[in-house]
């Protein structure tokens, strides 16, 4: 069975950070671009961060970029999101995404909540 499994999400005060972390199982992690999402309450899911199959690309939303590193070990089959400098707007659930078109495969999400 195909799984990705978030963790490390939790309270941080704003400016704090927090790693997010995603296992996966299931799949030739190595063929896979990652990437992490979040939804906050009230709006669209959106992209945060991506990461080439090889890790040899990246690329970031506006509202995160300089915040944020993603990165990942193909050795372990994990991606991981650095997020430094937080603020209250990156409350949301973040998601896991493996993607290998036409194949998507999702976490069930981790809650990061940014407050004082």
């Known amino acids: 069975q195909v799984q990705l499994v978030e963790s490390g999400g939790g309270l941080v005060q704003p400016g704090g950070s927090l790693r997010l972390s995603c296992a996966a199982s299931?799949?030739?992690?190595?063929?896979?671009?990652m990437s992490w999402f979040r939804q906050a309450p009230g709006k669209e899911r959106e992209l945060v961060a991506g990461?080439?199959?090889?890790?040899?690309?990246?690329n970031y939303a506006d509202s995160v970029k300089g915040r944020f590193t993603i990165s990942r070990d193909n050795a372990k089959n994990t991606v991981s999101l650095q997020m430094n400098s937080l603020k209250p707007e990156d409350t949301a659930v973040y998601y896991c995404?493996?993607?290998?078109?036409?194949?998507?495969?999702w976490g069930k999400g981790t809650l990061v909540t940014v407050s004082s």
């Open positions: 995404n493996a993607r290998l078109v036409p194949i998507d495969y």
């Open positions: 299931g799949i030739t992690f190595s063929r896979y671009a």
């Open positions: 990461i080439t199959s090889a890790g040899g690309s990246t």
